[in-house]
Each structure stands twice: as structure tokens, then as C-alpha cells.
T-cell receptor, first 115, second 115 residues
Framework: GAGVSQTPSNKVTEKGKYVELRCDPI?????LYWYRQSLGQGPEFLIY????????DSGLPNDRFFAVRPEGSVSTLKIQRTERGDSAVYLC?????????????FGPGTRLTVL | AQSVTQPDIHITVSEGASLELRCNYS??????LFWYVQSPGQGLQLLLK??????LVQGIKGFEAEFKRSQSSFNLRKPSVHWSDAAEYFC?????????????FGKGTKLSVKP
């Protein structure tokens, strides 16, 4: 596809369950970012990949959150033992290379609702 | 720590009127600054960015922004608003140094346009 895609677009789960959110970046983009946007807030950085490795995971709120990018393209954000406070829109962005000079292209997001 | 402040949560303007959205940042050195727009159901789209040089930057859709170091501001302007500009606008600064590119966003300003 031409842009960043994210699946599913909506996910409703129960407290305590495990969820996976998928991001397909623009083909050829080496940098990939995950952000979380809570209601009434701006996006907050979670984790950044350069290629296959997580170059910066300082934004992950706790060890229930984990992300992978095994082949340097698709990334999966994994949340264990979900809590109601995890409800938010999870945004993925990719850029051609790392660094501020490279524009980040955002996907439409996955809206996660934890009941 | 770096931060971005958007003082106005919600602004309403009449179609054809001028617009100014405020953004203040905290960062000791020259920041890399961005404005993004988020329409319902759409991903974040980059409007414009400032890295260095001319402090008045032009973006897409007729928007411009001016970097004022003395005021730590990067306000977004448009001389004549169109109904299609109704959306949420986010100011962002790149994390220290910009080598990775992860963004710090403000809380956003929601723009409504009256006919």
C-alpha cells in the first residue's frame, strides 16, 4: 500500500487479556515509531525501531508492553494483562531513515478499548 | 524535560477569517519544530516543520508558522480559513538532538469552523 496501515482499526478486549496490534510501514522505510494517544491528549512516544532492533523503548509504560519488528518491516505491539488505563489509540509511524530530518508518516491508528 | 504547550484546547473561527494557533516549547537549544493536523478517522499529517534558517516557514494547505526564539513560540497561522480546515492540530518538538526523531507532542487544539 501507499501509506502506513494498522490492524485492527478497533479492538475491544476484557481486562486481563492479551492483545497484539500490527503496523505495516511504508515499504523501504527503516525507522518505525509507536505512539499512544489517550483521549484529549497528544500522542506520546512509546518505542522506536531502526531496522529490526528497538533503538529506544524508553516510552513503554511498564513491562506489560513489548514490541517486535523481526524482519525490519512489519511491527507488532504486544500488551499483556491489559488494564482499563491502556484504552487509547495506538499510532504507528514510519520514516525513510532515522532522525528528525526524515518526515514521519502516520497510520490511522488502532483504537483499543479495555472493558 | 522537553515539553510543548498548546494553551488553547478549542478554537472556533468563521469561514474566511484568519487563524492563529499558539504553541510554546521548552528546550535549551534550537529545537526542531513541527505542526501536524489530525482529521477524524485520518492519520496525523505533517503541515510544516522548522529546523533552521528563515523563521517563517510555509506549509501545505496555505498554512505558515513563525519561530520566535525570544518567546519560545512556533505559532501556526492561516489568513483565510476554509470549512475543510476543521480538525485537531498538534505542535511537536523532536526529542533532544533529533538523532532518533521521536516526537514530543502538545495536547492539541481543536479547530471548529463556523459557516
Amino acid at each position: 500500500g501507499a501509506g502506513v496501515s494498522q490492524t485492527p482499526s478497533n479492538k475491544v478486549t476484557e481486562k486481563g487479556k492479551y492483545v497484539e496490534l500490527r503496523c505495516d510501514p511504508i515499504s523501504g522505510h527503516t525507522a518505525l515509531y509507536w505512539y499512544r494517544q489517550s483521549l484529549g491528549q497528544g500522542p506520546e512516544f512509546l518505542i522506536y525501531f531502526q531496522g529490526t532492533g528497538a533503538a529506544d523503548d524508553s516510552g513503554l509504560p511498564n513491562d506489560r508492553f513489548f514490541a517486535v519488528r523481526p524482519e525490519g518491516s512489519v511491527s507488532t505491539l504486544k500488551i499483556q494483562r491489559t488494564e482499563r488505563g491502556d484504552s487509547a489509540v495506538y499510532l504507528c509511524a514510519s520514516s525513510l531513515n532515522q532522525g528528525a530530518l526524515n518526515e514521519q508518516f502516520f497510520g490511522p491508528g488502532t483504537r483499543l478499548t479495555v472493558l | 524535560a522537553q515539553s510543548v504547550t498548546q494553551p488553547d484546547i478549542h478554537i472556533t473561527v468563521s469561514e474566511g477569517a484568519s487563524l492563529e494557533l499558539r504553541c510554546n516549547y521548552s528546550y535549551g537549544a534550537t529545537p526542531y519544530l513541527f505542526w501536524y493536523v489530525q482529521s477524524p478517522g485520518q492519520g496525523l499529517q505533517l503541515l510544516l516543520k522548522y529546523f533552521s534558517g528563515d523563521t517563517l516557514v510555509q506549509g501545505i494547505k496555505g498554512f505558515e508558522a513563525e519561530f520566535k526564539r525570544s518567546q519560545s513560540s512556533f505559532n501556526l497561522r492561516k489568513p483565510s480559513v476554509h470549512w475543510s480546515d476543521a480538525a485537531e492540530y498538534f505542535c511537536a518538538v523532536v526529542h533532544y538532538g533529533g538523532s532518533q526523531g521521536n516526537l514530543i507532542f502538545g495536547k492539541g487544539t481543536k479547530l471548529s469552523v463556523k459557516p
